[in-house]
């Protein structure tokens, strides 16, 4: 499956698949492979590789690479028996360039029309049975949003599998006026290939899988015959936009070009406004980030509640042993950690799929182009940064799509300063903890302005970072930004709840086995420790107690926190509490930090874990805020109070706080210089701001 970007391929691809995919990587190259099986009839199975959009059959990004050797067979493990080209048809000029490139190859091809409704709305009218008949292959229209055509698609792929179809005999270029004696230089070696695909081997021969002799036998074909790559190729696409533009004039009407704008145009004049589309942008931002707070707050006190209640019900019920205090403790509190913020995530994750499925994130791109240029990065930057407010790992991954490797290794070393969502849990249990619930003109929250805060914070840090490292990375690449932007068109409202769901139950059954193992492994840690250690501090306990039976629940209590500090878990925050004890932490804090790493989300189950073990056994129900926002110093003042809290969300904003980040930036720049470049620079931005910040609000 081949097309333009923005083309509706994925959609497609989706609908044809289902959910029978799986994602790999294309052998010795960072570039997603999606594949899929698909039912094409009763007696028809395929296996369906969505390869990534391109333009041309003239590469330039790496992910255009890997299409460019599928599509001329130089992949060893991938070997087409069918182009589905997906050409979108309100710009159809375009895509039938890319179309005339595959025709030419010789493979079975197969066109799907997508955006029909958009193509009627700007007044263009397209004869298909005559485009068939110029083109030489079969086109069907389908609309995979509305499930339209699809059935026909199925139809035509099995008739074309069964040969009822052939490539057309007319190519759409004059290979005598390109290059024809080097054409048939290299087909007396491959006579099988076309006319076109001889040229590529002219062109690309590097590239492909020949050993060295071919090689050397195709450069000297070239030599022989004079052959201009750069020429070539210029020739080649005059001539097959001449063929189009004929094409054209005989199947398709096109609107009066002096018509009023239509609802794009006009709708892009607002929102792409040198002033009103930076203060629309903030605005969406704005209201995305309250939305996450104020619809998701409800759901979360629910589930809260729930919890609380379950887990004290639980401790009156069970004996007291070892075994319930690790179901209550241990398993329950490390769920609790889990299941509250399932509702945030799912609310974040919806809004960023309505804005994608509008067309606004494009936008977005193209207004912060210039601001980026300043900083060393261009507009393409921006889907990356904007993508790792979901997840860094996949954000990093789709910086691939930046052609300059200069700008492109910049936004992987910025990207992880961009507040994904593993870190909306900690924001929300710390601002809950610290912020006041105030409510400005009625409708702004004080909450919600933090948390959009911390986000800005973490945005403009990237900036100034990328602003600092550009002097640094040497290039002498340039750099051009070039965009489509796609057409505004009504949300996939099941498209949104697919994805809320599916992102729900990634961070349950991904980031929550983790938070799961690691709150398992803390309630062991945390309820057991060196034995003479453990038993000095149960006897000294125990004495105080027969000496002073009256205050036998105080001297509990006492006992309680004392076992929890003797743990090996107590031990190994005691032995970092000097190095953290300056940003206002205290040695639990300093546990959640290093069990954070593992995953930054980790650092509510840790707490969980940690207050439970150390909590009265009668006081089970009591929510995890209450027991943090009730925890106390040694000197009696609060453990989290405003500086702290304020300190700790900034270290959370900036710190690497995630193994599986700097695992994606390795295997993207294929060195461990940059993962370890961007721990050092970040932990150590983390701890110098956090510093700022609690001394100035201690």
Not at 469 to 488: G, T
Request: with cysteine; hydrophobic share 45%.
């Amino acid at each position: 499956m081949v097309g333009n970007p923005n083309s509706g391929k994925s959609s497609l691809f989706n609908y044809l698949t289902g959910l029978n995919q799986r994602v790999g990587n294309f052998p010795g190259v960072t570039v997603d492979k999606k594949m899929g099986q698909s039912k094409i009839s009763e007696n028809l199975q395929a296996t369906i590789i969505d390869l990534p959009g391109s333009y041309s059959l003239y590469p330039k990004r790496s992910d255009e690479w890997v299409a460019y050797k599928v599509l001329l067979n130089q992949d060893a493990n991938i070997k087409p028996n069918m182009i589905l080209l997906v050409a979108d048809a309100s710009n159809l000029k375009r895509n039938l360039l890319f179309c005339s490139q595959i025709i030419d190859l010789g493979i079975p091809v197969v066109i799907a029309f997508t955006m029909m409704d958009i193509a009627k709305r700007k007044g263009t009218q397209i004869d298909i049975p005559g485009l068939e008949r110029e083109l030489g292959v079969p086109i069907v229209q389908v609309n995979p949003r509305k499930s339209k055509g699809l059935e026909q698609l199925k139809k035509v792929i099995e008739q074309s599998a069964e040969n009822l179809y052939h490539p057309p005999a007319r190519g759409f270029i004059d290979n005598h006026a390109l290059a024809a004696d080097a054409i048939n230089g290299v087909k007396n070696h491959y006579p099988e290939i076309s006319n076109y695909k001889a040229i590529h081997y002219l062109i690309n021969h590097e590239q492909f899988l020949l050993d060295e002799g071919m090689q050397d036998t195709i450069e000297q074909i070239e030599i022989e015959n004079k052959f201009n790559p750069t020429k070539t190729q210029a020739e080649e696409i005059m001539q097959r936009y001449g063929r189009i533009k004929h094409i054209m004039q005989q199947t398709v009407v096109e609107a009066d070009p002096l018509q009023k704008a239509m609802f794009n145009e006009r709708l892009d004049d607002i929102l792409m406004h040198r002033v009103w589309g930076y203060v629309i942008l903030i605005t969406v931002l704005f209201l995305l980030f309250q939305s996450v707070f104020w619809v998701a707050k409800y759901p979360m006190d629910g589930i809260e509640w729930l919890f609380g209640e379950f887990g004290g019900l639980l401790s009156n019920m069970l004996p007291v042993s070892w075994w319930s205090d690790l179901l209550i403790n241990g398993v329950i509190a490390g769920l609790s950690g889990i299941i509250i913020f399932i509702p945030q995530i799912m609310i974040l994750f919806g809004l960023i799929t309505i804005l994608e499925d509008t067309g606004y994130m494009a936008r977005i791109s193209f207004l912060t182009d210039k601001l980026m240029r300043k900083v060393g990065l261009n507009g393409k930057s921006v889907m990356p940064m904007i993508s790792g407010f979901a997840c860094a790992v996949p954000a990093i991954m789709s910086a691939r799509n930046i052609e300059n490797k200069k700008e492109r290794l910049l936004t992987i070393m910025i990207t992880p300063l961009m507040s994904c969502s593993a870190r909306l849990p900690v924001y929300t249990i710390l601002i809950a903890l610290v912020i006041p619930s105030k409510l400005y003109f009625g409708f702004l929250s004080l909450q919600g302005l933090v948390m959009m805060g911390l986000y800005l914070m973490g945005t403009v840090m990237a900036l100034i970072v990328a602003w600092v490292m550009k002097w640094f990375i040497k290039s002498a690449e340039r750099s051009f930004f070039i965009l489509e932007l796609p057409s505004y068109r009504s949300p996939r409202w099941k498209n949104a709840i697919t994805t809320m769901i599916e992102k729900a139950k990634i961070f349950v059954f991904d980031a929550g086995k983790i938070i799961m193992i690691i709150s398992l492994l803390l309630w062991v840690l945390s309820t057991y420790g060196p034995a003479k250690k453990m038993a000095a501090v149960t006897a000294k306990y125990e004495q105080l107690v027969k000496q002073n039976p009256q205050q036998a629940n105080e001297l509990n209590k006492e006992r309680r926190t004392e076992l929890l500090q003797s743990s090996f878990a107590g031990s190994l925050g005691k032995a970092i509490e000097p190095v953290i004890r300056p940003l206002g932490y205290d040695w639990k804090i300093g546990i959640a930090l290093i069990t954070s790493f593992a995953a930054r989300e980790v650092f509510v189950g840790t707490m969980a874990t940690l207050y439970s073990v150390g909590d009265d056994a009668d006081n089970n129900n009591t929510t995890l805020r209450q027991k943090m926002a009730a925890a106390v110093r040694e000197d009696g003042t609060k453990v989290y109070n405003l500086a702290t809290g304020l300190s700790l969300l900034v270290f959370y904003v900036l710190a690497m706080q995630c193994m599986s980040t700097l695992a994606v930036v390795k295997r993207e720049t294929r060195s461990w210089k940059w993962p370890m470049i961007q721990l050092v620079y970040m932990t150590g931005l983390a701890y110098v701001m956090s510093w700022i910040v609690y001394t100035i609000f201690k």
